[in-house]
């Protein structure tokens, strides 16, 4: 076993608490995720670690049930977006022609629309609810991982193993998923690390704008939104979300380098 | 006596190796490496890939490709120790009193820039002429190195030359300094050999009228008996042979240079069958899309079972198409082809899966055509699975029984091709085809990207493949010594057509067709003063 480089190894640490805590978030919370359980703004005591919100509900608290649906939503619409947006670039890639122009040009069409405004279009007529959140996601972004996957798969599907895959009478499938997937599984793994911080940015700003997660149901970005007329009366209380978002964001992109520079060196990677 | 121009003493190179899973060591690439060479020699740097010829051919101007370091011995060029020299020596010295010519020149020259910009950098940037003087000595250049229009030729931009040209181009790069010492690091490998001839003697003259030293590094020992005076023979980073050209060429004293000498010359017994041809292929007509010029015109070559057809030409000639269109990638426009007494249809999609099975390919590069990310089992299993419906145990033994039929045995099973060397990776390609139990297969230039040694090994290999399976081949090659080793019958194309057929006795006896006869001629023979013999019958 290699050693684990040091970044990589905070990342990790930091990544593992923050998915410990969302698991465990039942247990380890305080209170409630909706109690209010003291005055509003309350600074940091024995009794509520990082004081309290600006209705009087523990900031602990919420911080670990909302970390707990930022992290899941987040995954959700990761693996959405990969599932769609990796199949469907793969596809377009091997099988060329006019279903390769179609969906490339569909693509374009949706990613010259902002991503945000989009989102939030749809989301203004649709019941925001938790899965219509993470379709929504996760469909507008599996454009991103469409592009990717279509064009490292085009690299591969003119090699000569392919080819002979060809040559040989090999179904599309496993052409796919035999032939060029495990060939690009390095870049597009590093790029579901960087898809997920997105998810998460993403999800934030839409609870900030009111179209995201619901209340009394909390995520980050909810948080950052109730507390911030708080900074004007120096309560930090919006700064600690905003943190919390930050510190996942950038122990995950740790993570994600890592196992790109792994999977890159595999033996019998690449070269290159 | 004089001091030589470059005296390398006892040179160590080393390098450290990042192994996949294992902590980082220490390798020596070159141990204990002496030579020297006088003002105005050609020393030839001969070896197999992977032999430290280039690394001591660069070292000659105290540079190491990245990762690598000189880590011992002396390196003295015109009188001075140049091994721990840095910064501004080394930039006073490389350029002006070394240059170098790459292998690749395509590759070497800025695409965006004017070959006269470049062709004579170096001597300005190094105050060793002006600006007008350096044109006026690169348009000497250009025309001792038989450029066409000298005085324009240094207009153009490296994309409107062509290959030979190009390498040519580099070569007055380097002579436009008027360095001590030049480096030639494979010039001629990556041209046909009709190409090859005339820039090896174009190099050849502007050597001699410059009067420089030059460091000749190639692989082809044919090639460097034309230009070098002396010759070391190197393997694994150590002097194998160093002597004059003339004794290593007619009395080789070590086992190793010995083989290399006799590599060069090897016959096949032509073998007669009446039996129906497995492949017949009739007024074959292709072009690429969107083109009208024809890439292949009425092509007709038929091949026996268990015979060899050798498709020689050089690059553009056609042969590697004529290979799609068979296998089905490549639509043909008109004619047909007969497989095995069925009409084999033109779109690879559309034949039966017999048809596939029988017609298999081997592809050039054999690092390209297998899956990184599949172990050989599974590579060479698959065809076994696909077409046979093995599975497990049998599946297992039959993949073994494949390997030991290709000389490598079980151990290789599990291994990924980065685990393998060129050799061996060919070998798995084959076995890869073999697997499929095929009629004919296809073999595109399937040895020239491997060293003289081993692809005689595969050579022999593929020989006795087919005294035992009857398999007929298909052989696709630039490379005449090939041919005269394998083939039975020879088809010789040129741009598109095919220019000369038949047995391999009828093709390579005279009288030949023009085209044929600069072919047979241009291949480099391994005795000296070939190049001149045959350049004093072309001129007249």
Redesign the interface.
């Known amino acids: 076993m ?1 050693r684990v480089p040091i970044p990589a190894l905070i990342g990790l640490f930091i990544t593992g608490l923050f998915i410990l805590s969302a698991i465990a978030a039942p247990i380890i919370a305080p209170y409630g995720l909706s109690e209010i359980v003291g005055d509003v703004w309350e600074p940091a005591s024995s009794e509520f670690w990082l004081g309290t919100d600006n209705i009087g509900r523990d900031l602990l608290s919420r911080l670990i049930w909302g970390g707990r649906t930022t992290i899941l939503v987040a995954i959700a619409a990761t693996a959405v977006s990969f599932v769609t947006g990796s199949v469907l670039g793969l596809f377009a890639a091997v099988v060329g022609g006019w279903v390769d122009q179609l969906l490339s040009r569909f693509v374009d069409l949706i990613m010259a629309i902002p991503t945000l405004i989009f989102a939030l279009v749809v989301l203004s007529v649709m019941p925001v609810t938790i899965p219509v959140l993470i379709l929504v996601m996760g469909l507008l972004d599996s454009t991103r991982v469409f592009r990717l996957s279509r064009a490292v798969a085009s690299d591969i599907a003119v ?3 392919v ?2 895959a ?5 179904g599309r499938a496993w052409i796919i998923f ?2 060029i997937l ?2 690009a599984l390095s870049p597009l793994v590093a790029e579901a690390g960087m898809r997920f911080i997105f998810m998460v940015l993403f999800v934030s700003t839409l609870s900030f704008l009111g179209l995201g997660v619901q209340p009394p149901n909390a995520d980050w970005g909810g948080i950052v939104k109730e507390n911030k007329d708080g900074i004007v009366y120096g309560i930090p209380a919006a700064l600690l979300p905003a943190i919390a978002i930050a510190a996942l964001s950038i122990s995950v992109n740790l993570v994600a380098d890592w196992v790109l520079d792994r999977t890159s ?7 290159g | 006596m004089d001091k030589p121009l470059l005296q390398i003493d006892n040179l160590t190179i080393e390098a450290t190796a990042y192994p996949p899973g294992e902590a980082p060591r220490r390798i020596t690439i070159v141990d204990g490496v002496s030579l020297s060479l006088e003002k105005g020699k050609v020393l030839g740097l001969i070896g197999e890939s992977g032999a430290g010829k280039s690394t001591i051919g660069l070292s000659a101007m105290a540079y190491g490709r990245g990762g690598i370091e000189l880590s011992g011995g002396e390196i003295h060029l015109n009188g001075r120790e140049i091994r721990k020299a840095r910064g501004r020596v080394l930039r006073s010295l490389r350029g002006a009193e070394v240059t170098y010519v790459a292998q690749s020149a395509a590759a070497a020259f800025n695409p965006a820039k004017r070959l006269m910009e470049q062709v004579t950098e170096a001597a300005i940037t190094h105050g060793r002429a002006t600006k007008a003087e350096a044109e006026k000595r690169a348009v000497d250049l250009f025309r001792k190195l038989g450029l066409p229009e000298p005085e324009t030729f240094g207009n153009r931009y490296p994309h409107q030359v062509s290959g030979g040209q190009l390498q040519r181009a580099m070569t007055a790069m380097a002579l436009c300094p008027q360095p001590d010492l030049v480096i030639f690091d494979e010039p001629t490998t990556a041209l046909d050999v009709t190409t090859q001839l005339g820039v090896l003697a174009a190099i050849k003259a502007a050597i001699r009228d410059q009067g420089v030293a030059a460091l000749y590094i190639t692989h082809d020992l044919a090639v460097v008996a034309q230009i070098a005076d002396d010759i070391m023979v190197l393997r694994h980073g150590k002097t194998v042979e160093y002597g004059t050209a003339e004794q290593i060429i007619t009395a080789p004293k070590e086992d190793y240079t010995q083989a290399l000498v006799s590599v060069v010359a090897k016959d096949h017994e032509e073998k007669n069958t009446d039996l129906p041809p497995i492949l017949e292929v009739k007024g074959l007509r292709a072009n690429y899309r969107g083109m009208t010029r024809d890439v292949l015109s009425n092509i007709n070559v038929a091949i026996q079972p268990g015979t060899t057809l050798a498709v020689v030409g050089e690059s553009g000639s056609g042969k590697s198409t004529l290979a799609r269109v068979i296998t089905g990638l490549l639509p043909l426009s008109a004619g047909h082809m007969v497989f095995d007494g069925r009409r084999l249809t033109p779109d690879q999609k559309s034949r039966s899966r017999d048809d596939l099975r029988e017609l298999q390919m081997i592809y050039q590069m054999a690092d390209v055509a297998m899956n990184p990310r599949q172990t050989v089992g599974t590579i060479i299993g698959r065809p076994l699975q696909f077409y046979f419906g093995m599975k497990g145990k049998e599946l297992r033994n039959r993949v073994v029984e494949l390997l030991d039929e290709i000389e490598l045995g079980e151990a290789f099973i599990d291994r990924y091709p980065a685990e393998l060397s060129g050799g061996q990776k060919q070998r798995v390609c084959i076995a890869r085809a073999l697997a499929a139990k095929p009629k004919l297969i296809i073999c595109d230039e399937v040895t020239s990207a491997l060293d003289p040694l081993v692809a005689e090994g595969i050579l022999k290999l593929l020989a006795d493949l087919q005294e035992r399976e009857q398999v007929s081949y298909m052989f696709i090659t630039h490379d005449i010594a090939t041919v005269r080793a394998i083939a039975d019958t020879i088809a010789v194309m040129h741009l598109g057509k095919l220019v000369r057929y038949g047995k391999k006795s009828e093709v390579l006896a005279p009288p030949f067709d023009d085209y044929t006869d600069m072919l047979l001629k241009s291949v480099p023979e391994l005795r000296m003063g070939w190049m001149e013999e045959v350049m004093g019958t072309a001129a007249e």
């Open positions: 290699r090699m000569d193993f080819e002979a060809q040559l040989r009478g090999e035999r032939e495990p060939n060196s595999l033996k019998g990677g690449r070269n």
